[in-house]
DNA sequence: TTTTAAACATAACAAATGTTATGTTTTTAC
DNA sequence: GTAAAAACATAACATTTGTTATGTTTAAAA
C-alpha cells in the first residue's frame, strides 16, 4: 500500500533522479534558465508545447478553465519538479495551463533537444511515461476526494498535502502560503465557504492563521477527517 | 475549441483506427477471446498487469477506492473501448479497477504479445501514448465538473456524456442502464438524492425513465445548466 | 411459479454549503 | 509614504444536499 501522500503527490521531482552522475548532468546541460513572473503563464491550454520546464524556485498552478470561465486548480508545483512534458509525448496542444503563483525562476529544455535527450538516454522515456500513469493514478484520487467528501474533509486532506509538498521543498513549518481564492478553487468552494472552514479548524486548534499563512499544529485532528465524514 | 462530448471521451474505441487494414489484421490476430461474468474484474488496483483488453460487448465500470470503503466510478466504458495500457508502459502495476456491469465479451491481448506489437508498428506506441495524454485531460476536466458544479448541473453533464457514449455504441434513443447506486458514484452523491435530482428532471420534461432506464427528452434543457450553475 | 432479496421512489427533517453583505486588513502602485 | 485596490474575516440568511425512514417495484433464486 502507498502512502497516503504519494497517492496525491505527482512525485515529478523524482523524474531524473534515476539517472546515473553523468546522465545527469548531460540533463542540467541542456537547461536553459528563465525567470517567469508572478501571474504569467508557462503555457496555456490549446497552446503548442516549445519544451519542458523545471521549477528551480517558487511555486506554480496547472489549473483547467471550467465552462462558466471559473478555473479549477488541479495541481501545486513546486521546487524540483518538472512539468509540460505530457504534450510532448502525445505530440498534441497542452491539455491544461500553468501559472506562476510568485516570481519563478524555471530551467527550461526546448522540445528538439528534449528529444535528443531521449534518444541518448533511453531509460529516460520509460521513466517519463512510468510517471505519466502515476499522475493518472493521483488525479483518479482527486476526483474520488471531490467527489465524496464534504468540504471539512476536502480542506483537511488538502491541508495536508500542501503541507506535505511545500515542506520539502521549504524547510519544516513553512506553513501554506496561498490566497484564499487559490486555496478554495483547489477544493472546489468558495472563499467565503472555506473561510468558515478555517474558522472552525482553528477554533478546534488543528491550525494557526499568521496573515494568511496556514500552519498545521496537530495533524493527528485533520488526519481523523479522512475516514469518517462522507 | 474540441467539442463538448469529447472533452469528457476518453476515445479510446479509436486506438487502432489510425492504422492499415494489413496492420489492424495484424492486431486483431493478436487477440483471443474471453468471456467475463457481470460483476466480476477485469484488472484490480494494484494487480500485476497481464495485457490489455478490448471489449467487444457491453459495458464496464473503471473504479477507484476512496478512504472510507467507498468506491469512485471515474468512467464507464462501452463496445469498442481499449483499456488496460497505462500500466503495461509505466511497467508498474494497475492504478484503479475495471468491473463488468454486464456479462461482456472482451478481446485480450497478453502482455508479451502486445509488446511485440508495438515493436512491429511503431506508430502503434505513439497512438497509444497520444491517447493517455488525452485521457490526462478528461481526468482534468472531471475534476473542473465535481468541483465547480452543482448536483443537478453534474447530474445533467454525465446523463448527457453517457447517453452520448451509449448511443453510439448501441443505437440512437437507447437510454442510459445503469443502476441508481452506480450513477451515484458517478456524479458524487447518494442515491437518494439523485432519486430527487432526477425526479426534477422527469417534472421538468428533460428526461423520461421507464423501469431504471433514463431517456433524455430534452437536451437543450439540460445544456442549458451547464453554464449557469455554480 | 413462488419466494426472497435487491433496487427503487419518495417524503420529512437535519445538516452542510452557497450567497449576499459589511467592515477590516494587507498588498500593490504611484 | 500614501492612496488605491485587492484580499480577508465574519455574520445572517437562502438554498442545496445528506440522512433516515417507509413502502413499492423489480430482479434473482429456489
Given at each position: 500500500m502507498k502512502s497516503f501522500y504519494s497517492r496525491f503527490d505527482f512525485q515529478s521531482n523524482l523524474l531524473f533522479e534515476a539517472l546515473t552522475t553523468a546522465e545527469k548532468k548531460t540533463v542540467y546541460n541542456a537547461m536553459e534558465s528563465l525567470s517567469i513572473k508572478k501571474g504569467s503563464l508557462l503555457f496555456y491550454e490549446e497552446g503548442i508545447p516549445t519544451g519542458i520546464f523545471q521549477i528551480k524556485k517558487g511555486k506554480a498552478k496547472k489549473i483547467k478553465k471550467g465552462f462558466?470561465?471559473?478555473?479549477?486548480?488541479?495541481?501545486?508545483?513546486?521546487?524540483?519538479?518538472?512539468?509540460?512534458?505530457?504534450?510532448?509525448?502525445?505530440?498534441?496542444?497542452?491539455?491544461?495551463?500553468?501559472?506562476?503563483?510568485?516570481?519563478?525562476?524555471?530551467?527550461?529544455i526546448a522540445k528538439d533537444v528534449f528529444f535528443q535527450l531521449l534518444k541518448s538516454i533511453p531509460r529516460l522515456q520509460q521513466t517519463f511515461i512510468k510517471n505519466i500513469g502515476h499522475e493518472f493514478g493521483v488525479l483518479a484520487n482527486i476526483i474520488a476526494v471531490l467527489a465524496q467528501k464534504n468540504l471539512n474533509a476536502r480542506l483537511a486532506i488538502n491541508l495536508l498535502i500542501l503541507n506535505n509538498r511545500f515542506q520539502k521543498q521549504y524547510k519544516a513549518g513553512s506553513g501554506i502560503d496561498l490566497t484564499r481564492e487559490d486555496l478554495a478553487n483547489v477544493i472546489g468552494t468558495s472563499p467565503e465557504s472555506l473561510g468558515r472552514c478555517?474558522?472552525?479548524?482553528?477554533?478546534?486548534?488543528?491550525?494557526?492563521?499568521?496573515?494568511?499563512?496556514?500552519?498545521?499544529?496537530?495533524?493527528?485532528?485533520?488526519?481523523?477527517?479522512?475516514n469518517s465524514s462522507s
Open positions: 462558466s470561465g471559473s478555473e479549477q486548480i488541479f495541481y501545486i508545483y513546486t521546487t524540483g519538479d518538472v512539468l509540460g512534458y505530457h504534450a510532448l509525448f502525445g505530440e498534441e496542444r497542452y491539455q491544461d495551463s500553468c501559472e506562476a503563483l510568485e516570481d519563478l525562476e524555471v530551467n527550461f478555517l474558522k472552525y479548524f482553528k477554533d478546534q486548534g488543528s491550525i494557526e492563521v499568521d496573515k494568511r499563512v496556514i500552519y498545521i499544529k496537530n495533524e493527528e485532528s485533520l488526519f481523523q477527517l479522512l
